[in-house]
């Protein structure tokens, strides 16, 4: 650092204060990440209420169910019987006594249904070799659940003592623990392998056990901190109760991405021949402002889930604000701290055969054979990459979003198998259509209106029987629950729902004077959810481009550098988009990834990767970018400043990039699929953003543009002075003046 000027930015009055005060920053963080820990055990994590989460028609109708006293979902469990002798017959009967037998001394169970009761043929399958006991859980979602193990032991049991017959259980509660087991159970998987990862390739980068671990440490204990204090607004704002998981994720990308920037820059100034202070100092002022800035572009970002309108989306936004603000601010402040106290310890533990001067190379060699070509010949390289970009975007034009559906559930958990017999042998049975009606239920109109609407429903040959019409005690409110054709999720089951909304209730219901109804179930939630994200798509990518375009307006004093990273990015998530959907849309990895295509890709995928894949994206863009704009106030070329800038800092970047890849990559690997999509399109669009656009676009674009890249117009000279390089004097005036002609 020039003795004749110190860096006066945020991020360097920050890591000097810390340099100074490392008792004070270091044990403050410990007590923070303490605390919070221990407040959020104490007060609790408040989850979404699964009975709440509906939104349109359907949570309209999961409303007047609930205030007329009905549970919107009944909670029915059903065990299945399957022979190939017919249900007539006394082995068969006897199997199916054995199951009524043994559930009905079961407190915790109403309304148990044999398929041999009279006015209950239809629990028998069309081609008589199928069977289902019925029956609906009491109590809440949350007390079946804890309740439910106990009867599918039970029924497990009777499948034990009957080999020649299929005897399996499946329903809402006991279908929802399991695959909220397995979901659980996965994640923590992937949490477990991610760590260990991380820490191969720190120490790859770094060559030192202590070297490594403070950018981990420092991350989870980010993650840490984050998980106890989502507790807080968690009973304002309801977390999803994957919230931790992304958490996670998040934390650890960016906490490391934040360290990684840090320490290299730190290490690589103490490589120059500067004193640990002065290192120090200018690390802060250089790399911890690029921390800084991209702190702030990411929380921007994260914020617009928030305008999704959807409690997920809200809770993920929440979430993911608090992470990346704490695992900045802990950048900003322990980081420094720990490595003023440290000094040259920090290369403590160092892993043999991995080269020290390999490691503190200024300008990393591979990277500079990489960035030639593209410097040399910039419009055949920026043409050949927006090609390659644009081509791997194609996709899009035919994105179709699903919710996954039976034919997707990974076969190895509990209860899968089970709902698929079912869904062959009683069609719509297991994701009906559930018609709330509001109206005087004893009045004639209303008992022939529901009589109308079950002869249409079964003429409109898309939906089936059985259907069953429940009341109410104050014969206020009439549920009808209805069978649609398909899985519940697929084109047909939607295509029976648009009939029965738009069509036959409208004709049947809605001519009843003063009635009032709606329709929820599994393929009207999936339908009205999906309709809800589709609106909100350009609310929230424009919240986003936007405010990241002033961010980078204000930090670099120039229009060419925003918007050129925003075109940037989206080619690159345009791309990350197009391969989620060819490989899952089109079907084209499922031999490599085991699983089976639903038609589709996860309606909650398209706003989350842009959000976090463009926060992401702008991490790269500005650390890079900050490097290169030091270089051209030192008073570089446009050119020399940017193979400067991206040489200097391509080995940093594709360290943090390994670091996500393979973090998300863990995810593509889980048997659930919407975790599968959710890997794949993460880890590809890092993959292409570290190669494709930050080694060959973006450098490109520089060249060709020269020095328009840092063209303000005069109108914005008052925007304010942010410094790059504090040690020499800057090179051009504010603004830029636009090159002749």
Same mark, same amino acid.
């Not at 006991?133 to 009777?158: C, F, P, Q, Y």
């Not at 503190?360 to 593209?374: C, G, I, K």
């Not at 800092?649 to 593509?668: E, L, P, Y």
């Not at 676009?697 to 543009?705: R, S, V």
């Given at each position: 650092?020039?003795?004749?000027?110190?860096?006066?930015?945020?991020?360097?009055?920050?890591?000097?204060?810390?340099?100074?005060?490392?008792?004070?920053?270091?044990?403050?963080?410990?007590?923070?990440?303490?605390?919070?820990?221990?407040?959020?055990?104490?007060?609790?994590?408040?989850?979404?209420?699964?009975?709440?989460?509906?939104?349109?028609?359907?949570?309209?109708?999961?409303?007047?169910?609930?205030?007329?006293?009905?549970?919107?979902?009944?909670?029915?469990?059903?065990?299945?019987?399957?022979?190939?002798?017919?249900?007539?017959?006394?082995?068969?009967?006897?199997?199916?006594?054995?199951?009524?037998?043994?559930?009905?001394?079961?407190?915790?169970?109403?309304?148990?249904?044999?398929?041999?009761?009279?006015?209950?043929?239809?629990?028998?399958?069309?081609?008589?070799?199928?069977?289902?006991?019925?029956?609906?859980?009491?109590?809440?979602?949350?007390?079946?659940?804890?309740?439910?193990?106990?009867?599918?032991?039970?029924?497990?049991?009777?499948?034990?003592?009957?080999?020649?017959?299929?005897?399996?259980?499946?329903?809402?509660?006991?279908?929802?623990?399991?695959?909220?087991?397995?979901? /659980?159970?996965?994640?923590?998987?992937?949490?477990?392998?991610?760590?260990?990862?991380?820490?191969?390739?720190?120490?790859?980068?770094?060559?030192?056990?202590?070297?490594?671990?403070?950018?981990?440490?420092?991350?989870?204990?980010?993650?840490?901190?984050?998980?106890?204090?989502?507790?807080?607004?968690?009973?304002?704002?309801?977390?999803?109760?994957?919230?931790?998981?992304?958490?996670?994720?998040?934390?650890?990308?960016?906490?490391?991405?934040?360290?990684?920037? #840090? @320490?290299?820059?730190?290490?690589?100034?103490?490589?120059?021949?500067?004193?640990?202070?002065?290192?120090?100092?200018?690390?802060?002022?250089?790399?911890?402002?690029?921390?800084?800035?991209?702190?702030?572009?990411?929380?921007?970002?994260?914020?617009?889930?928030?305008? %999704?309108?959807?409690?997920? #989306?809200?809770?993920?936004?929440?979430?993911?604000?608090?992470?990346?603000?704490?695992?900045?601010?802990?950048?900003?402040?322990?980081?420094?701290?720990?490595?003023?106290?440290?000094?040259?310890?920090?290369?403590?533990?160092?892993?043999?055969?991995?080269?020290?001067?390999?490691?503190?190379?200024?300008? /990393?060699?591979?990277?500079?054979?990489?960035?030639?070509?593209?410097?040399?010949?910039?419009?055949?390289?920026?043409?050949?990459?927006?090609?390659?970009?644009?081509?791997?975007?194609?996709?899009?034009?035919? !994105?179709?979003?699903?919710?996954?559906?039976?034919?997707?559930?990974?076969?190895?958990?509990?209860?899968?198998?089970?709902?698929?017999?079912?869904?062959?042998?009683?069609?719509? /049975?297991?994701?009906?259509?559930?018609?709330?009606?509001?109206?005087?239920?004893?009045?004639?109109?209303?008992?022939?209106?529901?009589?109308?609407?079950?002869?249409?429903?079964?003429?409109?040959?898309?939906?089936?029987?059985?259907?069953?019409?429940?009341?109410?005690?104050?014969?206020?409110?009439?549920?009808?629950?209805?069978?649609?054709?398909?899985?519940?999720?697929?084109?047909?089951?939607?295509?029976?729902?648009?009939?029965?909304?738009?069509?036959?209730?409208?004709?049947?219901?809605?001519?009843?004077?003063?009635?009032?109804?709606?329709?929820?179930?599994?393929?009207?939630?999936?339908?009205?959810?999906?309709?809800?994200?589709?609106?909100?798509?350009? !609310?929230?990518?424009?919240?986003?481009?936007?405010?990241?375009?002033?961010?980078?307006?204000?930090?670099?004093?120039?229009?060419?550098?925003?918007?050129?990273? !925003?075109?940037?990015?989206?080619?690159?998530?345009?791309?990350? #988009?197009?391969?989620?959907?060819?490989?899952?849309?089109?079907?084209?990895?499922?031999?490599?990834? /085991?699983?089976?295509?639903?038609?589709?890709?996860?309606?909650?995928?398209?706003?989350?990767?842009?959000? @976090?894949?463009?926060?992401?994206?702008?991490? #790269?863009?500005?650390?890079?970018?900050?490097?290169?704009?030091?270089?051209?106030?030192?008073?570089?070329?446009?050119?020399?400043?940017?193979?400067?800038?991206?040489?200097?800092?391509?080995?940093?970047?594709?360290?943090? %990039?390994?670091?996500?890849?393979?973090?998300?990559?863990?995810?593509?690997?889980?048997? +659930?699929?919407?975790?599968?999509?959710?890997?794949?399109?993460?880890?590809?669009?890092?993959?292409?953003?570290?190669? +494709?656009?930050?080694?060959?676009?973006?450098?490109?674009?520089?060249?060709?543009?020269?020095?328009?890249?840092?063209?303000?117009?005069?109108?914005?000279?008052?925007?304010?002075?942010?410094?790059?390089?504090?040690?020499?004097?800057?090179?051009?005036?504010?603004?830029?003046?636009?090159?002749?002609?």
């Amino acid at each position: 650092m020039s003795p004749l000027k110190r860096s006066n930015n945020l991020a360097a009055r920050m890591g000097r204060w810390s340099a100074s005060h490392w008792k004070t920053a270091v044990f403050g963080w410990l007590v923070l990440v303490i605390a919070a820990s221990v407040i959020g055990y104490a007060v609790g994590t408040k989850n979404i209420d699964q009975k709440d989460a509906n939104v349109g028609q359907a949570h309209r109708a999961d409303h007047m169910l609930r205030d007329a006293g009905f549970r919107p979902d009944p909670q029915t469990e059903i065990v299945l019987m399957q022979s190939k002798t017919s249900v007539s017959d006394p082995a068969f009967r006897a199997v199916v006594n054995d199951v009524v037998r043994t559930v009905t001394p079961f407190t915790t169970i109403e309304n148990l249904r044999s398929p041999y009761q009279a006015g209950h043929a239809d629990q028998i399958s069309e081609d008589g070799h199928s069977a289902m006991v019925e029956w609906n859980m009491k109590g809440d979602s949350t007390v079946a659940t804890k309740r439910i193990g106990k009867l599918t032991a039970a029924t497990a049991s009777v499948a034990k003592a009957h080999p020649g017959f299929y005897v399996g259980e499946a329903g809402s509660i006991s279908s929802g623990k399991a695959l909220n087991d397995a979901f /659980n159970s996965q994640l923590a998987k992937a949490g477990e392998r991610s760590i260990p990862l991380t820490l191969v390739v720190l120490l790859l980068v770094f060559g030192a056990i202590v070297a490594a671990g403070v950018p981990l440490l420092l991350a989870l204990s980010a993650v840490a901190a984050t998980i106890g204090l989502v507790a807080l607004p968690s009973h304002i704002v309801p977390m999803d109760q994957n919230v931790t998981a992304v958490i996670l994720l998040v934390g650890l990308a960016v906490g490391v991405d934040y360290s990684l920037f #840090y @320490i290299k820059r730190e290490r690589e100034e103490r490589a120059a021949g500067k004193g640990a202070r002065a290192a120090l100092e200018a690390a802060a002022a250089t790399s911890g402002r690029s921390v800084l800035i991209s702190g702030v572009t990411v929380i921007i970002a994260m914020a617009g889930m928030l305008f %999704a309108r959807d409690k997920t #989306y809200l809770s993920m936004g929440i979430g993911t604000i608090i992470v990346v603000a704490t695992a900045m601010i802990g950048s900003l402040t322990v980081l420094p701290a720990l490595l003023s106290k440290l000094g040259d310890r920090i290369e403590r533990g160092r892993i043999p055969f991995i080269s020290r001067s390999r490691r503190e190379n200024s300008e /990393n060699r591979f990277w500079s054979a990489v960035l030639t070509p593209a410097l040399r010949r910039p419009l055949a390289s920026a043409i050949a990459a927006t090609t390659v970009l644009l081509v791997l975007a194609t996709p899009v034009l035919h !994105i179709h979003t699903a919710q996954t559906g039976l034919d997707a559930l990974p076969k190895g958990i509990p209860t899968v198998s089970t709902i698929q017999k079912l869904e062959k042998s009683f069609p719509g /049975n297991v994701v009906p259509a559930v018609v709330a009606i509001k109206a005087n239920t004893d009045s004639p109109a209303t008992t022939a209106a529901i009589g109308e609407l079950r002869s249409e429903a079964i003429a409109s040959g898309q939906m089936r029987n059985p259907i069953q019409v429940d009341v109410n005690p104050t014969h206020t409110v009439a549920r009808v629950t209805i069978p649609l054709a398909g899985n519940g999720t697929d084109a047909k089951s939607t295509a029976a729902l648009h009939t029965l909304r738009d069509r036959i209730l409208p004709a049947t219901i809605g001519k009843l004077h003063g009635a009032d109804y709606a329709v929820t179930g599994g393929t009207a939630a999936s339908v009205d959810g999906n309709a809800l994200l589709k609106r909100s798509w350009p !609310i929230v990518f424009g919240f986003v481009l936007t405010f990241a375009f002033l961010l980078l307006l204000v930090s670099f004093r120039s229009i060419v550098i925003p918007a050129k990273a !925003i075109v940037l990015n989206l080619l690159s998530v345009g791309a990350a #988009y197009g391969v989620v959907i060819a490989t899952f849309q089109y079907g084209w990895g499922e031999s490599i990834l /085991n699983f089976r295509s639903n038609g589709g890709i996860a309606a909650w995928l398209p706003i989350f990767m842009f959000v @976090i894949l463009f926060g992401f994206s702008m991490d #790269y863009h500005v650390f890079i970018l900050s490097r290169v704009r030091e270089a051209f106030d030192r008073g570089m070329k446009t050119e020399d400043a940017v193979a400067h800038g991206i040489k200097t800092t391509a080995g940093v970047v594709t360290s943090a %990039a390994i670091v996500m890849v393979g973090v998300f990559s863990i995810f593509a690997t889980l048997p +659930i699929l919407d975790m599968k999509e959710a890997g794949v399109g993460l880890a590809a669009a890092v993959l292409i953003d570290a190669t +494709i656009v930050r080694a060959v676009l973006l450098p490109a674009t520089m060249k060709l543009l020269g020095d328009w890249n840092w063209y303000l117009p005069k109108w914005l000279d008052w925007l304010p002075q942010l410094e790059h390089e504090p040690s020499a004097p800057k090179r051009l005036p504010d603004a830029v003046p636009a090159p002749a002609a």
